[in-house]
């Protein structure tokens, strides 16, 4: 197979989720043999997130790149994240341009399979003559798949692994991960979690900060966590019997690693449109579940993202969480089994040099 030179671009918004893609798709590629530079606007969180770095990965200043000698034979913009103008401007200057893609949001609406590997043709500005290439990850085969970059970790390693640090649930003990942004229903999920001898794990963010000043109801337990790099949380999710999750590639890894059901706390819109992302992505998760246990999904999803609001009558409450489980084991199978993103972007940047050459 060749081994390509890529540029990835990353531009960091918030919340580490755009950082947290692109580091995993890098070091994707890197794993298959390929030379990777990721330019970014803001590494700190790799320091956390993955402090040994990835052999065949290097990370570059995002203004540096205009200054950069030549592109690679594929550039990648996540998110929208277009590179410099000099940058594009050299890219431009090449014999054989690279191949110029910019992978977009996960979605699992059905413009994305529509959106998927389409064309947009550059004809002003430094990029004149260039085409972009449209690259959407999704849940079917008819979009780029998923980043299943790296193998999860058993449920006996994971294990093992909590105990060594002293974070294991006690006999008898369930394990919740609360991995969100500051949540008004967290006061409802808690009560929904009493009960039942429960630890909750707490990794950094605005959901510990705001659970330090909750008081937690019967049979609760907390442990605050510190950041962790991306293969520690795959730790977390393989050993959760429930997972609170939050934007993109944590919401990815928890559908692909985890034991678990998974509450998604989606980034919120101002224009409303991350409800009917949430409600499409409950569409495919629970296609064929029994109606009640999907009737109730719903519901706590909702109620968890403010999408909907409980009565004193009717408040939050969890599904059977082994009903919901081996819904969601189903649903995990079947990601597993389709091609996953790194194998499909490959298959895709050699169709478009094909191309090109031809």
């Excluded at 605005?206 to 966590?225: D, E, Y």
């Excluded at 999710?237 to 609170?244: C, I, N, P, R, W």
């Excluded at 009917?276 to 064929?288: E, F, H, I, Q, V």
Aim: net charge negative; with cysteine; aromatic share 10%.
């Amino acid at each position: 197979m060749e081994r390509w030179h890529w540029d990835v671009f990353c531009r960091v918004i918030d919340n580490f989720g755009d950082v947290g893609v692109s580091w995993r798709l890098s070091s994707a590629l890197a794993a298959r043999g390929h030379t990777v530079r990721l330019w970014i606007d803001d590494a700190s969180a790799l320091a956390w997130l993955a402090p040994g770095g990835a052999p065949g990965v290097t990370v570059q200043a995002w203004d540096a790149a205009a200054q950069a000698s030549e592109p690679g034979d594929v550039v990648v913009e996540t998110f929208g994240a277009a590179p410099p103008d000099g940058f594009v401007a050299r890219m431009a200057a090449q014999p054989q341009p690279p191949v110029w893609i910019n992978l977009e949001y996960l979605s699992a609406e059905a413009y994305v399979e529509r959106s998927h590997g389409l064309r947009s043709p550059r004809f002003s500005g430094p990029g004149a003559g260039l085409d972009t290439w449209f690259f959407y990850p999704g849940f079917t085969p008819a979009t780029g798949g998923l980043l299943q970059h790296p193998p999860p970790p058993t449920a006996a390693a994971a294990r093992a692994w909590l105990a060594q640090r002293g974070w294991a649930p006690a006999d008898g003990e369930r394990a919740v991960l609360l991995f969100g942004y500051a949540n008004p229903a967290l006061p409802a999920l808690l009560a929904a979690l009493a009960g039942p001898p429960t630890l909750l794990w707490l990794p950094q963010g605005p959901l510990q900060a705001q659970l330090a000043s909750q008081p937690l109801p019967p049979g609760l337990r907390a442990q605050a966590l510190p950041w962790l790099p991306q293969t520690d949380f795959d730790q977390l999710l393989a050993a959760a019997d429930l997972a609170l999750v939050r934007g993109e590639d944590s919401f990815v890894r928890a559908q692909l690693v985890g034991a678990g059901p998974v509450l998604w706390q989606i980034y919120p819109q101002s224009d409303g449109a991350h409800a009917s992302k949430l409600d499409a992505w409950m569409d495919r998760l629970l296609a064929g579940a029994p109606a009640p246990l999907a009737t109730a999904v719903r519901r706590a999803q909702r109620l968890v993202n403010g999408l909907e609001t409980a009565a004193d009558d009717q408040p939050l409450a969890l599904p059977d969480l082994a009903a919901w489980a081996a819904q969601q084991r189903r649903w995990q199978a079947g990601l597993h089994a389709q091609a996953d993103l790194v194998t499909q972007l490959l298959a895709f940047a050699g169709s478009r040099m094909a191309m090109k050459s031809g």
